[in-house]
Protein backbone atom coordinates (compact mmCIF):
# COMPACT_ATOMS: atom_id res chain seq x y z
CA UNK A 1 0.00 0.00 0.00
CA UNK A 2 1.19 3.84 -0.95
CA UNK A 3 2.39 5.60 2.64
CA UNK A 4 2.74 9.53 2.45
CA UNK A 5 5.01 10.85 5.25
CA UNK A 6 5.42 14.46 6.26
CA UNK A 7 7.67 14.59 8.89
CA UNK A 8 6.87 18.57 9.95
CA UNK A 9 4.02 18.29 12.40
CA UNK A 10 4.31 21.93 12.86
CA UNK A 11 6.49 24.99 10.94
CA UNK A 12 6.87 28.36 11.23
CA UNK A 13 8.06 31.22 9.18
CA UNK A 14 8.13 34.69 8.78
CA UNK A 15 5.86 36.94 6.70
CA UNK A 16 7.79 37.82 3.32
CA UNK A 17 10.28 34.65 3.86
CA UNK A 18 9.87 31.40 2.01
CA UNK A 19 9.76 28.37 3.61
CA UNK A 20 10.14 24.07 2.56
CA UNK A 21 7.20 21.82 3.34
CA UNK A 22 8.80 18.15 3.13
CA UNK A 23 6.63 15.21 2.15
CA UNK A 24 8.04 11.80 1.10
CA UNK A 25 6.07 8.95 -0.18
CA UNK A 26 6.34 4.85 -0.92
CA UNK A 27 4.81 3.93 -4.12
CA UNK A 28 5.66 0.58 -6.45
CA UNK A 29 4.20 2.57 -9.42
CA UNK A 30 5.51 4.57 -11.81
CA UNK A 31 2.68 6.53 -12.93
CA UNK A 32 0.90 8.72 -10.59
CA UNK A 33 0.12 12.03 -9.25
CA UNK A 34 0.98 13.99 -6.22
CA UNK A 35 -0.54 17.18 -4.62
CA UNK A 36 -1.34 19.49 -2.13
CA UNK A 37 -3.76 20.66 -0.50
CA UNK A 38 -4.39 23.40 2.21
CA UNK A 39 -6.47 23.67 4.79
CA UNK A 40 -6.95 26.74 6.91
CA UNK A 41 -9.24 27.38 10.15
CA UNK A 42 -12.41 27.14 7.90
CA UNK A 43 -11.63 23.53 7.07
CA UNK A 44 -11.99 24.22 3.56
CA UNK A 45 -10.18 21.53 1.72
CA UNK A 46 -8.15 23.88 -1.09
CA UNK A 47 -5.97 22.57 -3.83
CA UNK A 48 -2.59 24.13 -3.78
CA UNK A 49 -0.73 22.66 -6.61
CA UNK A 50 -0.69 18.99 -8.93
CA UNK A 51 2.29 17.49 -10.22
CA UNK A 52 2.36 13.83 -12.38
CA UNK A 53 5.16 11.92 -11.99
CA UNK A 54 6.07 11.33 -15.61
CA UNK A 55 6.79 15.33 -15.92
CA UNK A 56 10.27 16.28 -15.21
CA UNK A 57 9.15 19.57 -14.48
CA UNK A 58 8.23 21.35 -11.50
CA UNK A 59 5.00 22.45 -11.35
CA UNK A 60 4.83 26.29 -10.30
CA UNK A 61 1.35 28.05 -9.29
CA UNK A 62 2.50 31.74 -8.37
CA UNK A 63 4.38 31.74 -4.71
CA UNK A 64 3.65 28.05 -4.75
CA UNK A 65 6.41 25.40 -6.34
CA UNK A 66 7.48 21.88 -6.25
CA UNK A 67 10.78 19.95 -5.71
CA UNK A 68 9.55 16.98 -7.42
CA UNK A 69 12.22 13.98 -6.92
CA UNK A 70 11.07 10.99 -8.38
CA UNK A 71 13.70 8.10 -7.94
CA UNK A 72 14.12 9.70 -4.12
CA UNK A 73 10.25 9.80 -3.73
CA UNK A 74 10.42 13.32 -2.36
CA UNK A 75 7.82 15.57 -2.96
CA UNK A 76 8.35 18.93 -1.06
CA UNK A 77 6.29 22.70 -1.31
CA UNK A 78 8.07 25.76 -1.35
CA UNK A 79 5.95 29.07 -0.36
CA UNK A 80 7.46 32.09 -1.27
CA UNK A 81 6.84 35.46 0.15
CA UNK A 82 4.93 33.53 2.74
CA UNK A 83 1.28 36.03 3.70
CA UNK A 84 -0.62 35.70 6.76
CA UNK A 85 -3.04 33.96 4.78
CA UNK A 86 -0.86 31.28 3.85
CA UNK A 87 -1.62 29.98 7.43
CA UNK A 88 -3.11 26.94 7.13
CA UNK A 89 -2.69 23.04 7.81
CA UNK A 90 -0.63 21.41 4.72
CA UNK A 91 -1.27 17.56 3.49
CA UNK A 92 0.68 15.69 0.95
CA UNK A 93 -1.55 13.45 -0.79
CA UNK A 94 -0.55 10.58 -3.48
CA UNK A 95 -2.98 9.28 -6.48
CA UNK A 96 -2.33 6.22 -7.59
CA UNK A 97 -3.92 6.82 -10.70
CA UNK A 98 -6.54 3.63 -10.80
CA UNK A 99 -9.93 4.11 -11.60
CA UNK A 100 -11.93 5.56 -8.75
CA UNK A 101 -9.21 5.57 -6.34
CA UNK A 102 -9.15 7.94 -3.23
CA UNK A 103 -6.26 10.50 -2.22
CA UNK A 104 -3.59 8.72 0.39
CA UNK A 105 -2.88 11.64 2.69
CA UNK A 106 -0.17 12.69 4.42
CA UNK A 107 -0.74 13.17 8.25
CA UNK A 108 -0.44 17.39 7.96
CA UNK A 109 2.06 20.37 8.93
CA UNK A 110 0.61 22.98 10.35
CA UNK A 111 2.01 26.17 9.22
CA UNK A 112 2.17 29.23 11.38
CA UNK A 113 3.02 32.64 9.58
CA UNK A 114 4.61 34.98 12.39
CA UNK A 115 3.99 38.71 11.38
CA UNK B 1 -22.49 28.45 -7.21
CA UNK B 2 -20.75 26.29 -4.78
CA UNK B 3 -18.92 23.50 -6.87
CA UNK B 4 -19.60 20.98 -3.97
CA UNK B 5 -22.18 20.72 -0.95
CA UNK B 6 -22.40 18.97 2.04
CA UNK B 7 -25.77 19.29 4.51
CA UNK B 8 -25.60 20.05 7.30
CA UNK B 9 -22.14 21.72 8.30
CA UNK B 10 -22.84 20.53 11.93
CA UNK B 11 -24.22 17.53 13.15
CA UNK B 12 -24.56 17.10 16.88
CA UNK B 13 -26.49 13.19 18.24
CA UNK B 14 -26.58 11.34 20.31
CA UNK B 15 -25.17 7.28 20.53
CA UNK B 16 -27.46 4.81 18.94
CA UNK B 17 -29.02 7.15 16.56
CA UNK B 18 -28.67 7.29 13.25
CA UNK B 19 -27.75 10.09 10.72
CA UNK B 20 -27.30 10.86 6.89
CA UNK B 21 -25.43 13.75 5.39
CA UNK B 22 -26.26 15.25 1.76
CA UNK B 23 -23.54 15.98 -0.77
CA UNK B 24 -24.13 17.10 -4.14
CA UNK B 25 -21.88 18.75 -6.97
CA UNK B 26 -22.67 20.81 -10.03
CA UNK B 27 -19.72 20.30 -11.80
CA UNK B 28 -20.86 17.14 -13.53
CA UNK B 29 -18.13 14.97 -12.68
CA UNK B 30 -18.52 11.35 -12.16
CA UNK B 31 -17.03 9.87 -9.29
CA UNK B 32 -17.65 11.04 -6.08
CA UNK B 33 -15.57 10.48 -2.40
CA UNK B 34 -16.25 10.32 0.83
CA UNK B 35 -13.35 10.80 3.31
CA UNK B 36 -13.41 11.52 7.46
CA UNK B 37 -10.76 13.43 8.90
CA UNK B 38 -10.04 12.75 12.60
CA UNK B 39 -9.50 14.34 15.63
CA UNK B 40 -5.70 14.51 14.96
CA UNK B 41 -6.64 16.02 11.51
CA UNK B 42 -5.39 12.54 9.26
CA UNK B 43 -7.50 12.07 6.16
CA UNK B 44 -8.74 8.59 4.97
CA UNK B 45 -10.79 7.55 1.92
CA UNK B 46 -13.97 5.77 3.17
CA UNK B 47 -15.77 5.14 -0.29
CA UNK B 48 -16.06 6.34 -3.68
CA UNK B 49 -18.83 5.93 -6.05
CA UNK B 50 -18.43 5.70 -9.82
CA UNK B 51 -21.38 5.73 -12.17
CA UNK B 52 -23.34 4.55 -9.29
CA UNK B 53 -21.20 1.70 -8.73
CA UNK B 54 -19.00 1.68 -5.51
CA UNK B 55 -15.35 1.09 -5.95
CA UNK B 56 -13.81 1.19 -3.23
CA UNK B 57 -14.62 0.35 0.85
CA UNK B 58 -11.89 0.87 2.95
CA UNK B 59 -12.26 -1.01 6.26
CA UNK B 60 -15.55 0.86 7.10
CA UNK B 61 -17.79 -0.51 9.14
CA UNK B 62 -21.00 -1.86 7.43
CA UNK B 63 -22.82 0.60 9.89
CA UNK B 64 -21.63 3.31 7.06
CA UNK B 65 -23.48 3.12 3.77
CA UNK B 66 -23.24 5.53 0.88
CA UNK B 67 -26.02 5.86 -1.44
CA UNK B 68 -26.24 7.74 -4.75
CA UNK B 69 -29.50 8.69 -6.04
CA UNK B 70 -27.94 10.06 -9.53
CA UNK B 71 -24.48 11.06 -10.44
CA UNK B 72 -24.71 14.44 -9.19
CA UNK B 73 -25.53 13.49 -5.28
CA UNK B 74 -23.82 10.85 -3.11
CA UNK B 75 -25.16 11.03 0.39
CA UNK B 76 -23.52 9.34 3.58
CA UNK B 77 -25.74 6.99 5.86
CA UNK B 78 -24.36 6.25 9.65
CA UNK B 79 -26.70 3.15 11.62
CA UNK B 80 -26.05 2.77 15.44
CA UNK B 81 -23.57 6.27 16.02
CA UNK B 82 -20.74 5.61 18.42
CA UNK B 83 -18.80 8.04 19.89
CA UNK B 84 -15.62 7.33 17.72
CA UNK B 85 -17.52 8.05 14.86
CA UNK B 86 -17.19 12.08 15.72
CA UNK B 87 -15.40 13.18 12.77
CA UNK B 88 -15.22 15.49 10.03
CA UNK B 89 -16.85 13.95 7.06
CA UNK B 90 -15.73 15.38 3.56
CA UNK B 91 -17.38 14.78 0.25
CA UNK B 92 -15.32 15.09 -3.07
CA UNK B 93 -15.84 14.84 -7.17
CA UNK B 94 -13.11 13.86 -9.52
CA UNK B 95 -13.18 13.88 -13.03
CA UNK B 96 -10.83 16.26 -15.40
CA UNK B 97 -7.65 15.87 -14.21
CA UNK B 98 -6.67 12.45 -12.90
CA UNK B 99 -6.55 12.68 -8.72
CA UNK B 100 -7.65 16.19 -8.45
CA UNK B 101 -10.37 16.01 -6.23
CA UNK B 102 -12.90 19.25 -5.00
CA UNK B 103 -13.64 19.18 -1.63
CA UNK B 104 -16.80 20.41 -0.18
CA UNK B 105 -16.88 22.15 2.96
CA UNK B 106 -16.83 19.57 5.35
CA UNK B 107 -19.61 18.23 8.23
CA UNK B 108 -18.33 17.83 11.49
CA UNK B 109 -20.12 15.23 13.33
CA UNK B 110 -20.17 14.94 17.13
CA UNK B 111 -21.66 12.47 18.66
CA UNK B 112 -22.77 12.64 22.45
Known amino acids: AQTVTQSQPEMSVQEAETVTLSCTYD???????LFWYKQPPSRQMILVIR??????QNATENRFSVNFQKAAKSFSLKISDSQLGDAAMYFC????????????FGKGTHLIIQP | DTAVSQTPKYLVTQMGNDKSIKCEQN?????MYWYKQDSKKFLKIMFS???????INETVPNRFSPKSPDKAHLNLHINSLELGDSAVYFC???????????FGPGTRLTVL
Open chain 2, 92 to 102: ASSQDLPGTQY
Open chain 1, 27 to 33: TSESDYY
Open chain 1, 51 to 56: QEAYKQ
Open chain 1, 93 to 104: AYYSGGGADGLT
Open chain 2, 27 to 31: LGHDT
Open chain 2, 49 to 55: YNNKELI
